[in-house]
């Protein structure tokens, strides 16, 4: 997806006499003028009226913010849904790839040494032992899990929408045994089932006697910060728990009835979460 570029600033002193340091409105309106490239051009004046009317600056900025996300959501809304038919015909090849056969707890944990821990305990370990690597991980419940598993079976191919600075990204997710498989929407749509992988989810069922799941996911540092594969899990598992019904409907819709489905409503379901 093409990115805004921000022309730089070739006169940055405009802005260093009149900075209202304690507004935090200011300074984040500030940051947001700063990525428009016409921000130089008009740089003294935006100076000046934020010097000799700070509140009618701020209003201006917020108006001009609100124009430019209606924009963008008009920009997402013209996207030609035909480009999703292709993600119904998910990777055959990966019922074939040993690469996704599932994995096996013990070749990234111990578990010899949480077998006499209960769940509380070997949930607080999980936690402690990917604190500092760059993976994402949870404890999930066992009954919840295996609503999701379900899930995953009636409905292997999904979609979310990722923020990003200029809008949103679509990510296809794909579901095979315990793994879960996200790819970007244009990668796949070019190079289909050898389009790489963003991020790989696995859950760990070894402990599942004991009423929890583990999950760990790995991810692209090339494609994804750690709080954008984050952001791919919760909705994952937000869709695919069954709990929401709106998000529900709109999982078995992208299923049974997808002439129906409308992508603009993951993009309202992910801006009412971020809303509460």
């Known amino acids: ?3 805004l570029i921000s022309t730089p600033l070739k006169h940055p002193q405009y802005f260093t006499r009149n900075i209202m340091t304690t507004s935090s409105r200011s300074e984040k309106a500030l940051e947001n003028l700063q990525k428009n490239p016409y921000f130089e051009k008009y740089a003294e004046r935006i100076a000046t009226l934020q010097k000799t009317s700070p509140e ?6 917020e108006e001009q913010q609100k124009k430019q996300n209606v924009e963008n959501k008009k920009k997402f809304a013209s996207v ?3 480009q999703f038919s292709s993600v119904l015909n998910p990777k055959d090849n990966l019922k074939n790839d040993a690469a996704v056969e599932d ?3 013990n070749d990234i944990f111990k578990v010899d040494l949480v077998k006499d ?3 509380s305990e070997v949930q607080i370990i999980w936690e402690e032992y990917h604190k500092n690597k760059e993976v994402i991980s949870a404890t999930i419940p066992n009954d919840l899990y295996t609503k999701i598993q379900q899930n995953m079976k009636k409905h292997p191919t999904f979609l979310f929408p990722l ?3 200029e809008g949103y990204e679509y ?3 794909q579901s095979y045994g315990h793994a879960v498989h996200f790819t970007p929407l244009l990668a796949y749509q070019v190079h289909q089932e050898n389009a790489p992988e963003c991020l790989t989810m696995v859950h760990y069922t070894e402990l599942s006697e004991k009423g929890i799941i583990l999950m760990r996911g790995e991810y692209d540092k090339n494609v994804l910060t750690g709080k954008e594969a984050q952001c791919l899990a919760n909705q994952f598992q937000m869709y695919y728990n069954g709990k929401d019904e709106n998000k529900f409907k709109l999982l078995e819709s992208f299923t049974k009835t997808p ?3 409308k992508h603009m409503d993951l993009i309202t379901e992910l801006e009412n979460i971020q809303l509460v």
């Not at 009618?56 to 900025?61: A, I, N, S, T």
């Open 259 to 261: 002439d129906s489905f």
């Open 163 to 165: 923020p990003r600075s």
């Open 80 to 82: 030609d849904t035909r």
């Open 171 to 173: 990510v296809m997710c």
């Open 1 to 3: 997806m093409k990115r």
């Open 103 to 105: 994995k096996k707890l």
């Open 56 to 61: 009618e600056f701020l209003r201006k900025v």
């Open 117 to 119: 821990k209960n769940a």
